[in-house]
């Protein structure tokens, strides 16, 4: 350990903790943090976060404390080739977060300029540390997520994140009506607690049958016990973790959470929380559970492709452009969940990469969009708009960018994750049906035109045309700077894919040896 | 043309040829062979290193041939700020260097002869597990050809749009797509790697959706750009299928090691090498708008004329060709795919080429051309006996591009002047002005096959390897691919030289005495004087962009040579027979379209066409219409079901759920609005305590 990984990872974990709790107890106080001092504290936070993150990912620290002695959980922070591109993703879209502006939801009433008494500037302030907070809570928990390597540790902090994204939903969304924010906050927070619990149940489940919640015993132990105990076990895990991923059928809060949180809450929840579901089941079924895995496989390839080709048609006639974005993200998915469901290396290192991809690609997409959102002040298709690319060319070149990326344009980063999904299933690894995930095969093969028709569809109804009223005014300030990384991200991860591959690719074969190993 | 039984199929050599009156042909041929080992080397012996290597680029010719129109197109769009100045300056010397790259190329190669072919990395390899992906670029004598035509293309192609659109506001976007449209082509050419190919295939795919969709405020370019890439794109699902299935088999994704794996005894016969070359034949059709996914390409003319020209002419209709040359082995043993290709490509090859005749835009006429042009090149992959190499293919795609290109930025240039492309406007254009008289000229005779323009070479060279083919193995798919490329040779000369009578009519021609005069509602425009006319042509193109036209004329007159160098392994046999028969052939189409043209007040021979055949033709035959209601309409329905599935049925679950819980909340908090009485209240009281002395006495 270099003498940077200590301090780094102290401060990836606890900046963002301390923070938040700090600004949140603060906008308790009689006369809150200004809106200025929040914005500063909260964003620079993030962005300091952020930084630590990607150095801790550099010096690769470890930390091994003992915790709760009783249940035999230690604090174990480390990071590994399977969370190092995560942790990389992390760290991106925290500075990203840090770097978006808040802006005040539509649906906030406008000022009486002509009232007696002039509006108090506390009600303005009141709320911004909050949401700030809530932010930094969200990447504390992604962030210790990622680097725990104890199952409870993990849960905890998966758990984490639930109560501020409730918060971000409902008190800060974008939807116009009271009710549309508060019917998605109940939705993400009902749908993802009960999947939560599910996997509560299969954690204990495994930890009960290995006598410890180390994740490197349980990789070590893969494979141990009878069969019929770990189809249980992981089946329990799987649809728990298939609500947070999300796996078709259970895919319907998605569109709905997304397309009613602020801008850097989308970001979030598509770079951030979505991941931790695959990262889960990577962590807590694959490695521990590999025959129960093998076993449902088939099945959850099944509902990926599915999921592919539901949310592709759903995009073609969705007519909120936001929405259309998040569903894009449930075909996204679909492809790294079919990878992930082969079972070979070739599976795994695309859903890894798939995975960061789809981050990068959807954050960049929602930040895209959340602007358009806020200047036209609403997603609908329906209404006539200026098209972008006669008056705001930034804006425009972002969503051409962001949906060539979402169609699967190789030399952009989704591709690798498409194309190594689809090998991936038509070799599936053993003890796999392989006849059914070719048909898996042909059928996301054809999902993925499906990505070039909404793709096509989407430039065609807002990028392209003659209309040049109402104006709109193009990206600058942090906003530009965030769309640029995440730009950069997209295509320096779509040109020069072995960045992360690489950096996955011994973890990954070790993580596969163990589990196949270990087996009876 | 059919041949007759009594024409003897000439292969052995000039030998066989007897035929009387028929002067005989030397045994040799004593054509100037042009060495690419033999050029001028510079002396470069003070350089360190093994003598015989010729010190290379830094990297290699294939890494920079990619490289450098990549990098044009970053600095295009990374650092230019709305100065088409600036774009020009970025763009056009750096596809001048990716030419002088892929020159040199071929002195490096000469200079290894003998060593294995070589390769160069990109940024492979990648870790994926199980699967080897080197993601190299290769280099070879064909490799080197395709490369040169293409920089020769993608430097015309700048050049002239530095003149066509540099006072259009979008100049910049344009050339920056040119550029990545090149590279991502030259990544085709070059690569080793089905990956690779992969990404090359659908960058152009979408590089063409930008550039057909250039003037994006127009709905019709908007409409045509989504066609293509959506036609394109459905078609490559086959060909991801089928790429993924060859990279399966062999657990590798170098194009070396699927050859070498298919065509072993791993490979074999079996269903999957046949699956895997059917999908990728038709994800070619799909991009070199064969039938029956043709009806993209003529749409694609609502583009600027010089992004026609580079899409028709080298780079993207005419990948399909360069993939199935990379694969051919491969091709050669999969029959079904073999008998689909021949038959996909026969019918267009006839069928656009009669289209090409109907229609009544000189832009769409090319259009048509090119997929009938495009057909001939895939339909002799599908015949060439397996051992023989895809020379001739590759010579129709060289000239092909090089005619092409010259064609569409000839008329291009001419619609500026007269201010459209369709018959009634181009009417009498190289008359009025002359100076473009030359370059449509050549092109028109290239593209008929007229010796001894490079058309000529080619579609001799096609013509003998079909014939081949035919020899060597009679089949369905020869058979098909013989008679439709033979129909294809008077067919094509019919369309040019109804292209040339309406382009090179005279100022108000005395009709004939004596031929049917039809109406065709054209009226002659005002009499521009000659010297006015050329003037204003003159004046009218940038010297630079006139100098393209003019390398382009150079190259279509001259390439014919290339046949005659060992770049192309062909067998050079002239089979007289067939020659006089296509030739004859030819100048009886022509003299038809004549006759037809002659009571016709703009010589325009399809004026004698029902009125409702050409509309037919214009609107490609009602193909598109098709393609909405078979694809489009069931896919939308599909959505539509969808999204009410998942409103009301799947999330009607997950609100299920949510009134579930408040229900039980209010349940709950209905059961608890009452104060519990005392009576209440000491049954708890008691039940804890016998709880509690359970505990402790247990």
């Given at each position: 350990m270099s003498a940077l990984g200590l301090p780094a990872v102290l401060v990836a974990v606890l900046l963002p903790l301390l923070t938040a709790v700090a600004l949140a107890v603060a906008d308790r106080f009689p006369t809150p943090p200004a809106p200025g001092l929040s914005r500063w504290v909260g964003g620079g936070a993030a962005v300091l976060t952020g930084l630590a993150t990607a150095a801790t990912v550099w010096a690769r620290p470890e930390v091994d404390l003992p915790w709760i002695p009783a249940l035999g959980v230690r604090l174990h922070l480390a990071v590994d080739g399977v969370s190092a591109p995560l942790l990389l993703l992390t760290a991106l879209v925290a500075v990203v977060v840090g770097l978006l502006p808040w802006h005040p939801p539509e649906h906030d009433p406008p000022v009486d300029r002509t009232a007696p008494l002039p509006p108090d500037p506390l009600e303005a302030a009141r709320g911004r540390a909050t949401y700030h907070a809530c932010l930094l809570l969200v990447l504390a928990g992604a962030v210790l997520t990622f680097l725990t390597r104890d199952a409870v540790v993990f849960f905890v902090a998966f758990e984490l994140v639930l109560v501020p994204m409730w918060v971000l939903v409902a008190?800060?969304?974008?939807?116009?009506r009271r009710a549309a924010r508060e019917g998605a906050a109940l939705r993400f927070v009902l749908v993802t607690a009960t999947g939560s619990t599910l996997m509560l149940v299969g954690i204990l489940g495994v930890a009960t049958r290995t006598?410890?919640?180390d994740l490197d015993r349980w990789e070590q132990l893969g494979g141990a016990g009878t069969a019929s105990g770990q189809v249980l076990l992981a089946a329990l895990l799987l649809l728990g973790l298939a609500v947070k991923v999300p796996v078709w059928p259970l895919h319907t809060w998605l569109p709905w959470v997304h397309a009613t949180a602020p801008t850097a809450g989308s970001v979030l929840l598509a770079a951030v929380l979505l991941k931790m579901g695959v990262y889960g089941m990577v962590r807590l079924v694959l490695a521990p559970l590999p025959q129960g895995f093998a076993t449902l496989a088939p099945l959850l390839a099944g509902l990926a492709v599915t999921g592919i080709v539901w949310a592709g048609l759903a995009c073609l006639v969705e007519r909120d452009l936001k929405r259309l974005i998040a569903w894009s993200s449930v075909a996204h998915l679909g492809f790294v969940v079919l990878a992930l469901a082969a079972g070979t290396e070739t599976g795994l290192q695309a859903a890894l990469f798939g995975n960061v991809a789809h981050g990068v690609v959807s954050a960049l997409l929602f930040v895209v969009v959340g602007e358009l959102k806020r200047q036209w002040g609403g997603a609908s298709l329906d209404t006539a708009r200026a098209a972008l690319r006669e008056v705001t060319p930034r804006l425009g070149f972002a969503l051409v960018l962001g949906m060539a990326a979402a169609m699967g344009l190789p030399g952009l980063a989704p591709f690798w994750g498409e194309i190594g999904a689809l090998y991936a299933s038509w070799a599936p690894g053993e003890a796999r049906p392989t006849g059914w995930f070719r048909v898996f095969m042909v059928v996301a093969a054809i999902g993925a035109a499906l990505g070039a028709a909404y793709a096509a569809r989407v430039l065609r109804e807002v990028w392209a045309g003659d209309r040049t009223t109402p104006l709109i005014a193009d990206l600058r300030g942090p906003t530009l700077v965030a769309t640029v990384l995440l730009g950069a991200a997209v295509l320096g991860l779509g040109v020069y894919p072995a960045l992360l591959l690489d950096l996955s690719a011994g973890s990954v074969a070790s993580l596969l040896a163990a589990g196949s190993g270990g087996g009876p | 043309m059919s041949r007759g039984a009594g024409l003897p199929a000439v292969l052995q050599g000039l030998e066989g040829i007897q035929l009387p009156g028929l002067p005989s042909v030397p045994d040799h041929l004593d054509w100037p062979v042009l060495d690419p080992s033999a050029l001028p080397l510079p002396d470069l012996s003070f350089l360190p290193g093994p003598a015989e290597v010729v010190p290379d680029l830094p990297g290699t010719a294939a890494q920079w041939a990619v490289l450098l129109p990549l990098l044009a197109a970053a600095l295009t769009v990374g650092l230019v700020r709305r100065s088409s100045r600036a774009a020009a300056w970025a763009t056009i010397p750096l596809t001048l260097l990716t030419l002088l790259a892929t020159l040199w190329h071929p002195v490096t190669l000469a200079a290894r002869e003998g060593e294995p072919p070589r390769h160069s990395s990109t940024?492979?390899?990648?870790?994926?597990g199980e699967l080897v992906a080197p993601l190299e670029l290769q280099s070879g004598r064909l490799v080197v050809l395709l490369a040169v035509v293409v920089a020769t293309v993608a430097l015309a192609v700048q050049v002239f749009a530095r003149w066509y659109l540099f006072y259009d506001p979008r100049y910049r976007p344009f050339a920056a797509t040119v550029s990545l449209f090149t590279a991502a082509m030259m990544l085709v050419v070059h690569s080793d790697d089905v990956l690779l190919t992969l990404v090359g295939w659908e960058v152009m795919g979408w590089c063409s959706y930008l550039l057909i969709g250039h003037y994006s405020a127009k709905d019709s370019a908007n409409r045509a750009a989504t066609k293509a890439l959506l036609v394109t794109r459905v078609a490559d699902v086959g060909f991801v299928i089928g790429l993924v299935v060859l990279a399966a088999g062999a657990g590798s994704t170098r194009l070396s090691d699927i050859v070498e794996h298919w065509s072993g005894p791993a490979g074999g016969d079996g269903p999957w090498l046949a699956l895997a070359m059917t999908g990728v034949v038709l994800g070619v059709a799909g991009k070199s708008a064969?039938?029956?996914?043709?009806?993209w390409l003529p749409d694609a003319m609502a583009g600027p004329t010089p992004a026609s020209a580079l899409i028709h002419a080298a780079t993207m209709v005419a990948a399909g060709a360069v993939v199935l040359a990379q694969l051919l082995p491969l091709l050669q043993s999969a029959g079904p795919a073999r008998l689909l290709l021949a038959v996909l490509t026969a019918v267009t090859v006839v069928g656009a080429a009669l289209m090409a005749f109907a229609q009544p835009d000189l832009k769409r006429v090319l259009a048509w051309s090119t997929v009938s042009q495009v057909g001939l090149m895939l339909a002799v992959l599908a015949v060439v006996p397996a051992g023989q190499g895809p020379d001739a293919a590759l010579m129709q795609l060289t000239s092909h591009a090089w005619f092409k290109a010259l064609l569409f930025l000839a008329l291009g240039w001419l619609g500026v002047l007269t201010g459209g492309t369709a018959v009634v406007h181009v009417v009498g254009g190289t008359t009025r002005f002359r100076t473009l008289r030359r370059p449509l000229a050549v092109g028109l005779l290239a593209l008929a096959g007229v010796p001894p323009l490079v058309g000529f070479f080619s579609k001799e060279l096609l013509l003998a390897q079909v014939e081949a083919g035919v020899e060597a193995g009679p089949g369905v798919a020869a058979t098909v691919v013989l008679a439709a490329v033979g129909a294809s040779v008077p067919l094509t000369a019919a369309y040019c030289m109804r292209a040339w009578l309406v382009l090179g009519r005279g100022q108000h021609p005395v009709l004939q005495q004596g031929a049917t005069r039809i109406d065709d509602f054209f009226i002659d425009r005002d009499v521009l004087e000659e010297a006015a006319g050329v003037e204003e042509a003159e004046s009218a193109i940038s010297s630079s962009a006139r100098s393209a036209v003019t390398a382009l004329s150079v190259l279509t007159v001259l390439g014919g040579l290339l046949a005659l160098t060992p770049v192309l392994q062909v067998e050079l046999v002239v089979n007289v027979p067939l020659l006089a028969v296509s030739l004859l052939l030819m100048a009886l189409a022509a003299l038809v379209v004549w006759a037809l043209g002659r009571g016709v007040r703009t010589r325009?021979?399809?004026?004698?066409?029902p009125h409702p055949v050409v509309l037919a033709a214009e609107r490609g035959l009602g193909f598109g219409r098709v393609y909405t209601t078979a694809v489009a309409v069931p896919v939308l329905a599909a959505a539509r079901a969808v999204r009410w599935l998942d409103r009301e049925v799947l999330d009607g679950y997950v609100r299920g759920l949510g009134h579930l819980a408040r229900g039980l909340g209010a349940a709950g908090a209905w059961g608890h609005r009452g104060a519990p009485g005392p009576a209440m209240l000491a049954v708890l009281a008691g039940a804890v305590l016998v709880a509690a002395v359970g505990v402790v006495t247990g």
């Open positions: 008190r800060h969304g974008d939807a116009t006598g410890t919640t | 940024v492979g390899p990648l870790a994926l064969q039938v029956p996914f043709q009806d325009d021979a399809a004026a004698r066409l």
